[in-house]
C-alpha cells in the first residue's frame, strides 16, 4: 500500500515540473516571432535557397527552353512528338501565377509580422523576473521534499503545501497565463492597439529606462505582482482611457532600483508600521501622478480606484490613501493653478463616490503621517531628477489638440474613413492629458474623442511599412522576374 509520503512526493514533482515549464515563458514566446521571420526570409529573402529566388531560376530556365524551341527544330519536334509543346507555352503564365500567390503570402505573413510584439526588448527582464520567481518557488518545493523525507509532521508538510500553492505558485502561474495570453490578444489586436500606445507613454515618461516593462492585455489588473516587467491592462481597461494607469508601474520599477532603497526606508520610517511593499506602492502613485500629470488622476478615480477597497494586505495601501497622494502630488506640482480645474472635477466625482459608498467619515483629513509621506515622496522627486515632471505649462499647450479630438468628425457609418488622419507628431502623454481634459468638459463626447484619439496615433509618423518593403526585396530577389516573362 502506497505511504502518504510517496503521494506528497508525487505533488511536490508535479508542481516542480510546472514551475520548470513557466521559467521558459520567454522564450516560448520569443520564438513565435523567430519561427515567422524564419518563413518570411525562404519566401522572400536574397538567400540562393529562398523560395522567391528558386523560381526565378525556374522561370529563367523556362525563358531558355522557350528561345531554344525557336532555333532547334529537332529539338522542338521532339518535345512536339511527346505532346509537350502547350505545356511549356503554359509554364510563363503559371510561374506568374505562383509568384503572385507567393507574393500575396508573404505580404500577409509581413502584415501579421507587424502586429506581433517585439519581445526583443523585454526579453531580458522577463527571463530575469522569471527565472527569479521560478527559483524562488523551486527552492520552497526542495525544502519541503527535503522535510518530507527527513521525518517532519506529514499534516504540516501538507498545509505549507498548500499555503505555496494558493499563494506564491497560483499567482506566477496566473501572470504565465496572462503573459502568454496577452501576447495573443495583442497579435490580433483583440486590445485595439492600446498596447502599442501604453507602450510608447512607458518609452516616453522613463525616457527608455522602463523599456523592460511590457504592457498585455489581461483578464484583471492588478498592481506588479510575480512579473514586475508585466504592465497589465485588465479587462475592460482595454481602452484609451486607461492607458495612464502606466504610469503606476513606471513608478513601481523606479522605486525598486538599488539606488531608491534608502528613499523607500526613509518613507517607511514616517510610519514605521506600513510594509516596505505598501511604501512602495504609495510612492509609485506620487511618481505617476508626477510623470503622466491630471491624465493619471482621471484614469486612476475615474475608472480604476474602488471607493470601498480595502482588502487588509499589508503590502498595499487603500484606494482612498492612494487618490489622496495623486490629488496631493498634482497640487504640489501646480503653483499657477493650471491643473486645478480638471482636478477638482475629479476630486468632486471622487468624493461624493467615497460619501457614498462609505461614508463622510473617510473624507476627513488626512492622518499627519500621509501628509509627511506626500511632502517628503514629492521633494524626493523635485531633487533627485528620477523622472521627468508633466509641467503645467504643457496642459496648458493643449488647446489644438483638445480641438482636434473634438472637432474632428466622426465617419458615417459604412462609408470608411478614406481620409488620412492629421500626421500627429506631439508625445502620446500629452494626447492622453488632452483626451481627459476634452472629457472633463465634454462628457457627452467621450466616444468620439476616443475615436479621434485612435485616428490621431494612427496618422502618427512612423516607418515605412514592411509589406512594401517585403516586395520590393522579393522583386530585387528575382532579378527582373517581369522582364523574364
Not at 56 to 75: H, I, K, M, W, Y
Not at 111 to 117: H, K, L, P, R
Not at 144 to 154: A, F, K
Amino acid at each position: 500500500m502506497p505511504e502518504l509520503q510517496e503521494l506528497f512526493d508525487m505533488r511536490l514533482a508535479a508542481l516542480q515540473r510546472d514551475v520548470e515549464k513557466v521559467k521558459e515563458a520567454a522564450n516560448e514566446a520569443s520564438r513565435r516571432r523567430e519561427m515567422l521571420d524564419d518563413l518570411i526570409g525562404k519566401i522572400g529573402g536574397s538567400a540562393g535557397t529562398d523560395v522567391s529566388v528558386c523560381l526565378n531560376q525556374a522561370n529563367a530556365a523556362v525563358g531558355r527552353l522557350t528561345r531554344s524551341l525557336e532555333f532547334d527544330v529537332p529539338l522542338r519536334e521532339r518535345i512536339e512528338s511527346l505532346d509537350l509543346a502547350q505545356d511549356i507555352r503554359n509554364l510563363p503564365a503559371q510561374l506568374d501565377i505562383i509568384w503572385r500567390v507567393l507574393l500575396a503570402a508573404g505580404n500577409t505573413l509581413t502584415g501579421i509580422e507587424q502586429t506581433m510584439v517585439q519581445l526583443e526588448p523585454h526579453r531580458q527582464a522577463l527571463e530575469a523576473d522569471l527565472a527569479n520567481r521560478c527559483d524562488e518557488c523551486d527552492t520552497k518545493i526542495s525544502t519541503l521534499r527535503y522535510d518530507l523525507r527527513h521525518g517532519s509532521q506529514p499534516r504540516r508538510i501538507w498545509e505549507r503545501f498548500e499555503e505555496l500553492l494558493n499563494t506564491e505558485c497560483q499567482q506566477l502561474f496566473a501572470d504565465y497565463v496572462d503573459l502568454l495570453g496577452g501576447l495573443t490578444l495583442r497579435d490580433t489586436a483583440l486590445e485595439d492597439r492600446v498596447c502599442d500606445m501604453t507602450d510608447t507613454l512607458l518609452t516616453e515618461v522613463s525616457a527608455g529606462d522602463a523599456m523592460r516593462l511590457l504592457a498585455v492585455p489581461a483578464r484583471r489588473a492588478t498592481l506588479p505582482g510575480s512579473l514586475v516587467c508585466l504592465v497589465k491592462l485588465g479587462f475592460p481597461e482595454w481602452t484609451i482611457w486607461n492607458v495612464p494607469l502606466a504610469g503606476h508601474n513606471i513608478g513601481f520599477e523606479i522605486s525598486r532600483w538599488p539606488e531608491n532603497d534608502t528613499v523607500i526606508s526613509n518613507l517607511n520610517d514616517i510610519e514605521p508600521s506600513h510594509s516596505r511593499g505598501f511604501v512602495r506602492h504609495l510612492f509609485s502613485d506620487a511618481i505617476a501622478a508626477y510623470a503622466i500629470g491630471p491624465a493619471f488622476s482621471c484614469a486612476a478615480m475615474l475608472m480604476r480606484f474602488q471607493p470601498d477597497h480595502d482588502d487588509n494586505n499589508p503590502d498595499t495601501p487603500t484606494d482612498v490613501e492612494r487618490a489622496s497622494v495623486i490629488f496631493r502630488t498634482l497640487q504640489r506640482m501646480d503653483d499657477a493653478g493650471s491643473f486645478a480645474a480638471a482636478v477638482d472635477k475629479v476630486k468632486s466625482y471622487w468624493d461624493e463616490a467615497v460619501r457614498h459608498l462609505v461614508g463622510d467619515n473617510v473624507l476627513a483629513p488626512d492622518p499627519p503621517w500621509l501628509e509627511a509621506f506626500d511632502e517628503t515622496a514629492f521633494n524626493v522627486l523635485e531633487r533627485r531628477n528620477l523622472v521627468a515632471p508633466y509641467r503645467p505649462e504643457q496642459w496648458d499647450a493643449l488647446g489644438d489638440i483638445k480641438a482636434n479630438l473634438l472637432a474632428i468628425p466622426e465617419p458615417p457609418p459604412g462609408s470608411g474613413d478614406a481620409k488620412r488622419p492629421p500626421a500627429f507628431r506631439r508625445p502620446v502623454i500629452d494626447l492622453l492629458n488632452a483626451a481627459w481634459s476634452a472629457r472633463l468638459d465634454e462628457p457627452a463626447k467621450a466616444d468620439l474623442i476616443a475615436t479621434n484619439v485612435k485616428r490621431l496615433w494612427q496618422g502618427r509618423p512612423g516607418p515605412r511599412s514592411e509589406s512594401v518593403v517585403m516586395q520590393t526585396r522579393t522583386q530585387s530577389a528575382a532579378g527582373g522576374r517581369h522582364g523574364h516573362l
